[in-house]
């Protein structure tokens, strides 16, 4: 066993920061494969993309989505069995099951953080990716929806979740009322293109409301860089610990 009272911190240290990875990658792999296997969840999910996609490619959408839940569940289990593996190495006090930690831990770092830069990087191409989606998508059609004299069950669809849409956000367009024809009036299927007097685009509230959950994402992503990085420290002052013990009985 290690021997100093600084030691003995270091090596608690490390099973208590494994023990928070252990902790994170449950909650992730539960939070994830509750989503694939939640029945409400799914019925919701298919819903939005059937108004938007049709039903053609609402099941394939789906499909591909589930995907990426099962390989966050993937990422969940990996960062668990990391962390249990961190506390049986510095619990044994094994050089080599600390060595296998740290080389896992700082891939799982160096990959997080490359994914984190990436997204700021890509902040602006996401946002004109959003803008013209809505721009040249769903505003057009759901004009085209509004103007049809018998519109069919995805125009419908449409103009429902559209203006409920734009009912919840308090907006209209994308970017603004002037996204809609100012002459006449749309057909029955839309009375009125904007509810309640709104003038303000929804695809500013929309990017507003996208970035405010992607800060929350970016909080709990930093919080697990930290406690990585913090593993990655310890760890390796354990393995030095533990090699000089070794040596001193050499």
């Not at 700082?106 to 989606?133: K, P, R």
């Not at 103007?147 to 125009?155: C, E, F």
């Amino acid at each position: 066993m290690v021997q100093g009272c600084g030691n003995n911190f270091v090596k608690y240290s490390v099973i208590f920061v494994n023990v928070l990875v252990c902790i994170v990658g449950i909650a992730i792999l539960a939070t994830s494969l509750a989503l694939v296997f939640n029945k409400t969840f799914q019925d919701d999910i298919t819903k939005v993309i059937k108004n938007t996609s049709g039903n053609d490619q609402a099941a394939g959408t789906f499909a591909s989505l589930q995907a990426v839940f099962y390989v966050t569940a993937a990422v969940g289990g990996l960062i668990f069995l990391t962390g249990f593996l961190g506390c049986c190495g510095a619990a044994c006090e094994s050089t080599c099951l600390l060595g296998i930690f740290f080389t896992i831990i700082l891939l799982l770092f160096l990959t997080e953080l490359g994914v984190g830069i990436a997204a700021l990087v890509m902040q602006g191409s996401m946002q004109t990716a959003v803008n013209n989606y809505y721009n040249q998508t769903v505003v057009p059609e759901y004009i085209a929806a509004c103007q049809a004299s018998k519109p069919t069950d995805k125009q419908t669809n449409l103009i429902s979740a559209w203006n409920s849409t734009q009912n919840v956000l308090k907006c209209c367009g994308c970017n603004s009322a002037s996204d809609y024809p100012t002459q006449g009036a749309p057909h029955p299927n839309c009375p009125q293109y904007c509810y309640g007097g709104y003038t303000n685009g929804c695809c500013p509230t929309l990017w507003d409301d996208l970035k405010n959950g992607v800060a929350i994402i970016g909080g709990v992503a930093i919080g697990l860089l930290v406690v990585e990085l913090l593993a990655m420290i310890f760890s390796c002052c354990m393995c030095s610990a533990i090699r000089s013990k070794y040596r001193n009985y050499s």
